[in-house]
């Protein structure tokens, strides 16, 4: 896998169990095609949310495209 590129790389609740995801937004950076995406869909409080997305934007130079508030959607489905 040396070398790989991808054009999606899917994080779906997992996100906050890694012990470095600052290394995992780095890795997944390298690892992503110039127009590739980084999808992560997980639970974070509230008071996170300014902190998780300064690392993914100005730490790690993604571009936030969408965010939603899934809880309404995932309390449904249950």
Same mark, same amino acid.
């Given at each position: 896998?040396?070398? /790989? #590129? @991808?054009?999606?790389?899917?994080?779906? !609740?997992? @996100?906050?169990?890694? =012990? $470095?995801?600052?290394?995992?937004? #780095?890795? =997944? /950076?390298?690892?992503?095609? $110039? !127009?590739? =995406?980084?999808? *992560?869909?997980?639970?974070? %409080?509230? !008071?996170? *949310?300014?902190? *998780? !997305? $300064?690392? @993914?934007?100005?730490? %790690?130079?993604?571009?936030? %495209?969408?965010?939603?508030? *899934? $809880?309404?959607?995932?309390?449904?489905?249950?």
């Amino acid at each position: 896998m040396e070398g /790989k #590129r @991808f054009d999606l790389i899917m994080c779906i !609740e997992g @996100f906050h169990c890694l =012990s $470095n995801p600052a290394a995992v937004l #780095r890795d =997944s /950076k390298e690892k992503l095609d $110039n !127009e590739g =995406s980084l999808v *992560i869909v997980d639970a974070f %409080h509230k !008071e996170e *949310i300014a902190d *998780i !997305e $300064n690392k @993914f934007t100005k730490d %790690h130079g993604y571009i936030i %495209h969408k965010k939603d508030v *899934i $809880n309404f959607m995932v309390k449904h489905a249950m």
